[in-house]
């Protein structure tokens, strides 16, 4: 009866424990999503916690407490945001019947990301490029990188499912090439460049026949 009993508080004690993580947990991605703003105006070198409180509703203390240092918040936020990117194309994968319909909706969805959420995306590239200095950085950011590479893929095996035909180069090369194409698209319009987009698209659709 004894041991019962014990087993059954040790439950009650693990219960509760999960659940304070799951709170906490919450919390800090309510956080980050506050802190995305700030971050993504002002990025990874000029953006103090204070200056994230202060652009926010929380305070500094708050920030403090829920997030050991500025290096933890960015982490936290990048992965938040990029966990949902990833899924951005999901739907078009797994509706499209033809290769011209998985294209257009592909397209559709590459310039919507890159015209409204330029900001969050230069954060990932700023902070992609500060992980070669801050080994903090490294594991999340190769993290991300897989799931982005993972998301890729799943568009070109598609394409090229539907075409009845295999991609003709591996999962990485191709995030490579996708990647670096939009890195320059967006780097263009961020400098206002209104041809950054159109362009883009066009390449990709160029591309995509060529190498899946």
């Known amino acids: 009866m004894a041991r ?6 040790r439950r009650v004690t693990e219960a509760a424990e999960v659940l304070r993580d799951e709170k906490f947990n919450a919390r800090r991605i309510e956080l980050a999503e506050a802190a995305l703003e700030t971050l993504g105006d002002l990025g990874f070198a000029r953006t103090s916690l204070r200056e994230i ?13 829920y997030f050991s240092d500025k290096l933890d918040l960015i982490c936290c936020c990048v992965r938040h945001y990029k966990a949902k ?4 194309y999901d739907e078009v994968v797994a509706t499209a019947t033809s290769r ?8 559709a969805k590459l310039a919507a990301t890159l015209q409204n959420e330029a900001r969050m995306h230069r954060l990932w590239y700023d902070l992609r490029a500060q992980a070669m200095f801050e080994t903090a950085f490294r594991k999340d950011v190769l993290e991300i990188d897989k799931s982005l590479e993972a998301m890729i893929w799943r568009i070109a095996s598609r394409y090229a499912e539907l075409g ?6 591996s999962p990485a090369a191709l995030y490579a090439l996708f990647d670096g194409l939009f890195q320059s698209a ?3 319009h961020l400098a206002d460049d209104k041809t950054a987009i159109p362009e883009l698209l066009d390449e ?6 060529t190498v899946c």
């Open 4 to 9: 019962q009993v014990t087993g059954a508080a």
């Open 53 to 65: 409180a202060q652009n926010s509703a929380f305070t500094h203390g708050v920030f403090h407490y």
């Open 186 to 188: 967006l780097l263009r």
């Open 100 to 107: 011209d319909e998985l294209t257009e909706g592909f397209l």
């Open 164 to 169: 009845g035909k295999r991609p003709v180069s």
């Open 204 to 209: 990709v659709r160029r591309l995509l026949p």
């Open 85 to 88: 990117c990833v899924t951005r």
